[in-house]
């Protein structure tokens, strides 16, 4: 029902700030909580943060918080991850994905996932 396409990874220097993209189909956008994760080589899966299905509302794991933000523009059918003052542990393959509820961290909990977008992170 839903694909999800992330956009915007690339190589930025620590410190740098990266804003990614992820573009929806379907109109049922606004039915879904989307979450962002993000996967480093040899790791499991992480929990980066979701927004709510209006936007009202934002959750983010410990490492994201004061750092990354999310928004959602639901007439765009987009949502965005803003990163700042990226360090070397943020190198990894971001996705984002659905859940109809919010809030929901675990993988399991997400119906769509994108195909993710690498971002590294380097000195």
């Known amino acids: 029902q839903v694909q999800l396409v992330e956009s915007g990874g690339g190589l930025v220097q620590t410190g740098a700030s990266l804003r990614l993209s992820c573009a929806a189909s379907g109109r049922s956008f606004s039915s879904y909580a989307m979450g962002w994760f993000r996967q480093a080589p040899g790791k499991e899966r992480e929990f980066v943060g979701t927004?709510?299905?209006?936007?009202?509302?934002?959750y983010y794991s410990d490492s994201a918080k004061g750092r990354f933000a999310i928004s959602r523009d639901n007439a765009k059918n987009t949502v965005y991850l803003q990163m700042n003052s990226l360090k070397l542990e943020d190198t990894a393959v971001y996705y984002c994905?659905?859940?109809?509820?919010?809030?929901?961290?675990?993988?399991?909990?997400?119906?769509?996932w994108g195909q993710g977008t690498q971002v590294t992170v380097a000195s």
């Open positions: 927004i709510s299905q209006v936007g009202t509302g934002t």
């Open positions: 994905a659905a859940s109809r509820a919010y809030v929901v961290q675990s993988s399991d909990g997400y119906e769509y």
